[in-house]
């Protein structure tokens, strides 16, 4: 390749800046993606307006979510092979390595954190899951959170309800379909325009957060049922926590925020750190073990769906403008052009 570009964050409070990027080898367990196209996640603007990660450097290249196509591969890699489609969650702003980062035309990826796509699914399509879906793997899964049994082709019921509170968000979508994919019963908030989205991603109820005795119908519909957890994908937290507070079983809230100080004493929490699977055994379990066949056999869907706002690393800037404005059930894509038959 001769020459490749990024979206640069240069500092914080600028707007992002095209300008070349090095060239990059995959590590032994990396692979380097060709992106054709990347999904905008909330932090992505929080870090263009504040360095709240201490350890990252600016100039910075953000962004955790690509979709692409394999062009290099590391030499001790061997789920992939130079031309498969994938989708990718990129740890640049953790591991602070550029390279790393999603907003620029290649992305080298962590092989456990990266699955093959199906053909029937588009790059933008598969662009709108990694960090939604790596968050919520490390707050269902993780041994420092709710630690549910991992996510199969073929679930075990397990007779246990768990509370996603925010079922719209990125986070919420894919907490449905993981934990519906563990044998787990999902009740779920959201506004009522997505509650159909949210059936169909198999929750079995939904209730509309902003209704006013919200926190009251939750309990009641947990009643009863053997409770193993809640995560808190978005909205109000104290009422998750009261929520949790008054149920029978697990009384723990893996939350996406910080917890507040004066949240309900009898819960359990720990706010989850959304790369945090990479180095442990929930990415294989999701990433590797998961992922690609649920999607191929049409067991896990993309979702939110994506809404393509701008095209180019140069559309980047405006994609992350209308995210921060707020999104309601959907996922800002900028689709690259990159694609063949996409
Ligand atoms: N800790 C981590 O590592 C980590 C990782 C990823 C994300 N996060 C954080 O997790 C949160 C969710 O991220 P995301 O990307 O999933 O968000 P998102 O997709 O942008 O969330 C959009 C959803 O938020 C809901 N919402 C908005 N305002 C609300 C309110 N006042 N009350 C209840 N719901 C409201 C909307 O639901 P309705 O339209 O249905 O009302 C909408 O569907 C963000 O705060 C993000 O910064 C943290």
Not at 9 to 21: F, M, V, Y
Request: charged share 15%.
């Amino acid at each position: 390749v001769a020459q490749t570009f990024a979206a640069w964050q240069r500092d914080t409070g600028l707007p992002l800046e095209i300008a070349p990027a090095a060239a990059s080898i995959p590590d032994a367990n990396e692979i380097l993606v060709r992106n054709h196209a990347i999904a905008i996640n909330p932090v992505d603007w929080i870090l263009q307006d504040v360095a709240i990660f201490p350890w990252l450097d600016y100039p910075a290249i953000l962004g955790s979510d690509v979709a692409g196509e394999v062009v290099a591969i590391g030499a001790d890699v061997d789920g992939f092979r130079i031309g498969d489609r994938v989708l990718g969650q990129a740890v640049g702003a953790t591991t602070n390595r550029p390279a790393h980062g999603a907003f620029q035309d290649f992305t080298l990826v962590l092989s456990n954190m990266a699955a093959r796509i199906p053909a029937s699914l588009s790059y933008v399509d598969a662009a709108v899951l990694p960090l939604g879906l790596g968050t919520a793997a490390c707050g269902l899964f993780q041994k420092d959170h709710l630690a549910l049994n991992y996510p199969s082709l073929s679930p075990e019921p397990t007779d246990k309800t768990i509370l996603v509170w925010g079922g719209s968000s990125s986070v919420g979508c894919n907490a449905i379909q993981l934990a519906v994919a563990a044998g787990y019963n999902v009740i779920t908030t959201a506004s009522p325009h997505n509650e159909e989205l949210l059936i169909g991603l198999g929750a079995s109820a939904v209730f509309d957060h902003s209704s006013e005795n919200i926190v009251d119908g939750v309990s009641q519909a947990l009643r009863g049922n053997d409770f193993a957890g809640a995560l808190h994908a978005t909205g109000n937290m104290l009422h998750s926590f009261d929520v949790v507070s008054r149920c029978i079983g697990r009384r723990f809230v893996s939350t996406t925020l910080e917890p507040p100080a004066n949240r309900a004493g009898n819960v359990e929490t720990n706010h989850i750190f959304a790369t945090s699977l990479k180095d442990n055994e929930v990415s294989r379990a999701v990433y590797v073990d998961f992922i690609a066949e649920a999607l191929a056999s049409g067991q896990f869907r993309a979702a939110p769906p994506a809404n393509v706002v701008s095209t180019g690393l140069e559309g980047l800037q405006i994609a992350l403008e209308v995210q921060k404005r707020g999104v309601s059930g959907t996922k800002i894509v900028v689709d690259l052009g990159n694609s063949h038959g996409d």
